[in-house]
């Protein structure tokens, strides 16, 4: 049988043969790390030694993606394509732990621990704690970004179909729940006063700027953000206003 994420980056590069000669959106959506945990010899042969089973499936199937990305981007170095072309790669949530990280059987195919870690941060993923919902966020676009900078400013998954739309030169969805995130770092004015929205089950979240008011059932938090990333300081009775705005 065939690496299920190796299918994934062949059907990409195929996309990309077939439409590499006009303006094309490709979304991937890498099944990985993800349960049922499957890998092949290739990628499990990489991460030897003493760990959980777990985990070195999820290794070995993010070393799959890597490879593919890595791929992907060299094919369109060749077609010529590369340095005009503007890359997002974005994880979609925070790990499943189930509190235990269980090395449970890889045979069993239900949800379970996906052998990822959160750490440092506080949760895991359906919660909208850090631990859920902050991610990896990169953007590669040699022809317009220069390589090896760092943003804090927070931005969303949403914000991709709206920036891709206006870079297009087509007019601002507003179906498209999201802002064009080089507005965003060009004005820090408006990045620090865009609220940016969760709900997720008996969960509602809202960041402004450092500021995060979240609700979790009759729970109610606020952290700053910018010194407590980690979320283990409850700011709500310091800064009752700012709670208040938030909650609104």
Known sequence: ARDRLDIQSDAALAFI?????????????????????ESSDKYLSRFPGDMPERRRYALAMISAVDE????????LRQEGLLEDTLIFFIGDNGAPLKITMEDIPLSFKGGAWDGSMNTPLNGEKGMLSEGGVRVPFLMSWPDKIEPNQI????????????????????????????????????????????PIYWRFWNQAAVRVDDWKYL????????FDLKTDKEETHNLIAAHPARAAELRA
Do not use: C, M, W
């Open 151 to 194: 943003s804090d400013v927070p931005v969303s998954s949403l914000d991709v179909g709206a920036t891709a739309v206006e870079l297009a030169g087509l007019e601002k969805d507003q179906a498209l729940h999201g802002e064009n995130i080089f507005e965003l770092l060009k004005d820090k004015r408006l990045a620090s006063e865009r």
């Open 68 to 75: 593919g990305v890595g791929r992907i981007r060299e094919q």
């Open 215 to 222: 609700r979790a059932g009759s729970h109610e938090f606020l």
């Open 17 to 37: 043969e077939r439409n590499k000669e006009a303006p094309f959106f490709l979304y991937l959506a890498y099944f990985a790390p993800h349960v049922p945990l």
